[in-house]
Structures are given as structure tokens and as C-alpha cells.
Antibody
Framework: EVQLLESGGGLVQPGGSLRLSCAAS????????MSWVRQAPGKGLEWVSV????????EYGDSVRGRFTISRDDSKNTVYLQMNSLRAEDTAIYYC????????????????WGQGTLVTVSS | EIVLTQSPATLSLSPGERATLSCRAS??????LAWYQQKPGQAPRLLIY???YRATGIPARFSGSGSGTDFTLTISRLEPEDFAVYYC????????FGGGTKVEIK
């Protein structure tokens, strides 16, 4: 059974930093790209970032590029999201999601999701 | 950026009725479109990929159709557990989600 367990969320002041983790199990982690998707309270889904299976390629959404960094540790079956220079508009539930392919390929989708971790940016 | 517009925003139906949800893309996404279901307090779940293929374990009452810029998710007969928010997503050019359609009990 595929499981994705996020952690690291919490309350942080504007301008602060936070590191999210996602521990994966139930599939061959190093064969798949992994992603982060967020959802502001009462709002829709927004893709944040993706990292390919080889860790050689990363992509970011416009709203987080330059502030957030995605990484992965295949020895720990874990993907991370380092979030710097946080803003109030970054407040959201952050979901870790497994990609259906090894890379940022056209025609790929999110086939498994974690339950999410809440990040609140407020003074 | 490809914009996905979902309609209607809210669909009020009774159990047993047919639900038809629309997703329109601002540019051609070929068939690279997926549908997700999200219930309150839960993570999204993949229902349909490549516009018309059901994901593993998804009941046959869910079907997807369309190509290019116009797509439809159909739930043939609504079950009580189908009342939720549905999102479309494209991975043809970058990645975007639609704004969602809420299917609520009438």
C-alpha cells in the first residue's frame, strides 16, 4: 500500500523559513518523480514543485520560484520542501504527491497523495 | 499558462441522478487531462487520466470524455459518497488545475 506522510508544518512569521518532509513507502521511491501541491484555506489546488527520479531536474510554480527548494533523499525514501522568505499568501495545506512517471513528462499525473501538513504564515 | 475553467461552480443533485461536469482549456491540451475528487478534510484522489481512462479502483459510474479544449466528467448515477469537489488538471503545457466544481446534495 502506497503511503505518503508529510510533516514539518506549523506557524511561522512572515519572512521566516520552514522545511517540510514527506516520507514515502509502499512503492519503489527512486523510480518516480515527486511533487508538492498546496491548497489555501477554502481554495483550490495549486502545484508548487516537482523533482525527477534522478534528482537531476526540478521545476517550480511561478509563485514560489526563487524562494522554495525541493530535494529528495532516496536512501530515506523522503522528499523535502525548503521554504524561505515565507509570505502570508503561502498559508496553505501542503500535500506531497507521487507522480505517475520518473520525470516531468507530458501526460503524467498525481496518482497518490499524502494527507497534507498545514503551514500558517502570520505574525 | 493554460487556464482551465470548470463549470458549473456548484452542481446540486440528488442521489441516483446523473452529474455532468465541464472543464474547458484556454489552449489545446490534447488528451493530457486528469480529474480528481476531493472530499472535506481529505486529500484529492485521482479518478481519470488521459481524459478518459479510469484510475485503479475507480467505479465504472465515473467516465471521462473530450479532447483538445473541452472535457467532461460524467457520474452516471450519484452515490452518497460522490458528493465532493472535483478538479481537472492538465500536464500538456506546464501544469495547472481548474477551480473546481462542487457536487452537493439537493
Amino acid at each position: 500500500e502506497v503511503q505518503l506522510l508529510e510533516s514539518g508544518g506549523g506557524l511561522v512569521q512572515p519572512g521566516g523559513s520552514l522545511r517540510l518532509s514527506c516520507a514515502a513507502s509502499g512503492f519503489t521511491f527512486n523510480n518516480y518523480a515527486m511533487s508538492w501541491v498546496r491548497q489555501a484555506p477554502g481554495k483550490g489546488l495549486e502545484w508548487v514543485s516537482v523533482i525527477s527520479a534522478s534528482s537531476g531536474s526540478t521545476e517550480y510554480g511561478d509563485s514560489v520560484r526563487g524562494r522554495f527548494t525541493i530535494s529528495r533523499d532516496d536512501s530515506k525514501n523522503t522528499v523535502y520542501l525548503q521554504m524561505n522568505s515565507l509570505r502570508a499568501e503561502d498559508t496553505a495545506i501542503y500535500y506531497c504527491a507521487k507522480w505517475t512517471s520518473s520525470g516531468w513528462y507530458i501526460g503524467s499525473y498525481f496518482d497518490y497523495w499524502g494527507q497534507g501538513t498545514l503551514v500558517t504564515v502570520s505574525s | 499558462e493554460i487556464v482551465l475553467t470548470q463549470s458549473p461552480a456548484t452542481l446540486s443533485l440528488s442521489p441516483g441522478e446523473r452529474a455532468t461536469l465541464s472543464c474547458r482549456a484556454s489552449q489545446n491540451v490534447n488528451n493530457y487531462l486528469a480529474w480528481y475528487q476531493q472530499k472535506p478534510g481529505q486529500a484529492p484522489r485521482l479518478l481519470i487520466y488521459d481524459a478518459s481512462y479510469r484510475a485503479t479502483g475507480i467505479p465504472a459510474r465515473f467516465s471521462g470524455s473530450g479532447s483538445g479544449t473541452d472535457f467532461t466528467l460524467t457520474i452516471s448515477r450519484l452515490e452518497p459518497e460522490d458528493f465532493a469537489v472535483y478538479y481537472c488538471q492538465q500536464r500538456s503545457n506546464w501544469l495547472t488545475f481548474g477551480g473546481g466544481t462542487k457536487v452537493e446534495i439537493k
